[in-house]
């Protein structure tokens, strides 16, 4: 296997504040721009384009605010060819430690003649007069032929060949409007490499690929082979109208490829996912549930099938381990297409061990079950077993339950267990009343499981209705799911508890420094 050392870096330009920003819907404050700009440092991508500094006011106090705060990597600011946009972007890039303006202008013959109306030769002149002007105050100018895909390639030649000249460091080929086919668009890359030597030496060479055709991560992979080493995405994949390419799509293929692809990058792999969520929740644009590598049935798997294989070999069907990306691990959906092997395993982790016998009856009544329900969850699974085929030992049951709170005073709970004909009564307060009775709970048992989920919901209606309260503990790394039912939550809360534990059985609590 190849090493980095071996391989070419591929530069990843992060446009999620400027070109992301520009999906409709996606406006971000000030505020959340530089929230997500700290989360983009730890992801660890080496540009990011911060905005568009003369569109408002709001853009440049944005820009002036990631600059002061973000200091890894080189801060964008995107600008027309006209010296005010540039003026504009040195205010708002003044504070940046390492900065770079980004100028553009379109080249293709459409937007030549009926979005700018100027010729060819004035193209060439506003570029070069205006990459120059740039000069006097950026070192690290980037230059995007805008429209470069459907650009004639002579004429791209001598735009590319100019700004190169003028002085620009990056050399930016967008495919504007996603039109092109990987094959084609990496034969473009090649073509200018071919006549630019420099380009992806000297001179970096970056592409800017849109989604029209959902061609955008297949374009950006095409011109890496071809020798492009700079990308411009965006997380998520956001962008306007069909978005622009996906950066996590792009990022591991790199990675998951780089037996083919010989390139690499410097993404902390383990950020994606809090990324991906910290945009899509600040964006308020919802990830399609079947996206690529962050979406939510990513790593999700229903068919019996793929089960037994993730089962015995996760790599029968997952190329890429969901931890490396900051996810917990894969997730088993239980639904009609299960089969016998994850229904077993997911019973296990949940702290049933069922006799054959038994295991088949609960199969039979959950397949039933999930030709009712599209999906079937841990509850319903323990409603199974619990209710018809197995029942959890009362090993320690709720005697008498006290809670006093007080506007002011920390509450405080008064627990009374049995076991075995014996009884024990702790007094704790905690941060609210629940967590006083679990504290309670835990002086009695002599355990302290974690807590790692609780939720409530009533479970009938009208004044009387019962509260349920579904929660799970982890004791000694294993994950135990508890529920209790009652008209008072707090004694739901602490049914639900001792139901958990209950659950775990002697051999656990055996092991109990408890009194009883």
């Not at 949940?350 to 016998?357: Q, T």
């Not at 049951?397 to 002011?408: A, M, N, Q, V």
């Not at 004044?463 to 004791?475: P, R, T």
């Amino acid at each position: 296997m190849t090493t980095s050392k071996s391989r070419k870096k591929v530069y990843i330009f992060d446009t999620t504040l400027r070109d992301g920003e520009q999906c409709p819907g996606a406006t971000l404050t000030p505020e959340e721009k530089l929230e997500i700009a700290k989360q983009l440092e730890r992801l660890n991508v080496d540009i990011i384009e911060a905005g568009f500094p003369v569109a408002s006011p709001g853009e440049v106090e944005a820009i002036q605010m990631i600059s002061k705060e973000v200091k890894r990597p080189v801060i964008c600011g995107l600008s027309r060819m006209a010296q005010r946009d540039i003026d504009i972007a040195r205010e708002a890039l003044k504070f940046a430690s390492k900065k770079r303006l980004h100028v553009f202008l379109a080249t293709s013959k459409i937007h030549r003649e009926y979005k700018l109306k100027k010729g060819k030769r004035e193209i060439l002149k506003l570029s070069v007069q205006n990459i120059k002007y740039g000069k006097k105050f950026f070192d690290d100018i980037e230059f995007s032929p805008e429209d470069s895909a459907r650009t004639e390639r002579n004429f791209l030649t001598d735009v590319v060949r100019a700004g190169i000249d003028a002085g620009a460091t990056t050399v930016n080929i967008p495919d504007t409007v996603g039109y092109t086919m990987p094959d084609e668009f990496g034969q473009l890359i090649a073509f200018l490499v071919k006549k630019n030597p420099e380009l992806g030496k000297t001179v970096n060479l970056s592409v800017h690929c849109h989604n029209d055709l959902g061609l955008a991560v297949a374009n950006s992979l095409a011109a890496i082979k071809h020798g492009a080493n700079q990308v411009e995405c965006t997380v998520n994949g956001i962008g306007e109208r069909a978005g622009n390419a996906s950066l996590e799509e792009i990022v591991m293929a790199i990675d998951t490829r780089r037996d083919l692809m010989g390139v690499y990058t410097d993404i902390r792999l383990k950020e994606i996912t809090k990324s991906s969520r910290l945009v899509s929740h600040l964006t308020g644009l919802v990830v399609q549930p079947n996206k690529a590598i962050v979406g939510r049935n990513a790593f999700a798997h229903e068919s019996g099938i793929h089960q037994d294989g993730i089962l015995k070999k996760r790599q029968t069907y997952e190329i890429i381990d969901p931890q490396r990306i900051g996810l917990a691990g894969s997730e088993m959906v239980m639904g009609k297409h299960s089969g016998r092997h994850a229904f077993r395993e997911r019973l296990a982790k949940l702290g049933y061990e069922l006799k054959a016998g038994e295991l088949e009856q609960a199969f039979e009544r959950f397949k039933k079950l999930s030709d009712q329900k599209k999906y079937v969850f841990d509850k319903d699974l323990e409603a199974i077993v619990e209710d018809t085929i197995s029942k959890v030992p009362e090993i320690w049951r709720l005697e008498h339950l006290k809670i006093t709170s007080e506007t002011g005073l920390a509450p405080r709970a008064t627990v009374r267990l049995s076991r075995e004909g014996k009884t024990d009564e702790a007094t704790s307060e905690g941060d609210g009343p629940v967590d006083a009775c679990y504290k309670a709970i835990e002086k009695i048992t002599g355990l302290s499981p974690k807590l790692v989920g609780y939720a409530i919901q009533s479970v009938t209606s009208g004044k009387d209705a019962l509260g349920e309260v579904n929660l799970k503990l982890e004791i000694e790394g294993r994950d135990v799911s508890g529920r209790g039912t009652s008209t008072d939550v707090l004694e739901a809360s602490v049914k639900a508890y001792l139901f958990a534990l209950n659950k775990v059985g002697a051999k656990v609590l055996g092991k109990s420094s408890s009194p009883i």
